[in-house]
């Protein structure tokens, strides 16, 4: 289990509009791709994201916290990922990622849709 559970938020979640989460993930491009084989940058690749287990990309040189997170049995769906997105500092702390979080429902539930749709 995610130690601290899920928000009732994350797992509350409207289905999203794959379109308007490409503009929320315009946010997110300075640090991670989606190609399938794109390249790592200051964040990991995220192509094949769901279903993954977090801090697993190859090549990519996550922070402890994310690895022992992964090593843990946290694998990336809707949930998780909403949880981590939100607020990520407190879904897993000591992580890398400087990025405070997307705070909206509606932003999160979109970029979660188009996640989806260009990881695949």
């Known amino acids: 289990l995610i130690s601290g559970g899920l928000s009732g ?3 509350a979640l409207e289905p999203g509009d794959a379109a308007a989460g490409a503009k929320v993930f315009n946010k997110c491009k300075a640090c991670h791709t989606v190609e399938a084989g794109g390249k790592s940058g200051i964040g990991p690749n995220m192509h094949g994201l769901f279903g993954r287990t977090a801090g697993t990309v190859e090549g990519f040189n996550y922070s402890d916290a994310m690895k022992a997170t992964g090593a843990g049995g946290r694998v990336w769906n809707d949930e998780t990922l909403a949880e981590y997105i939100r607020n990520p500092k407190v879904a897993i702390p000591k992580n890398k990622m400087a990025f405070v979080g997307v705070k909206k429902d509606a932003d999160l539930a979109n970029l979660i849709a ?7």
């Open 9 to 11: 938020a994350a797992m």
């Open 114 to 120: 188009y996640l989806k749709e260009a990881t695949k």
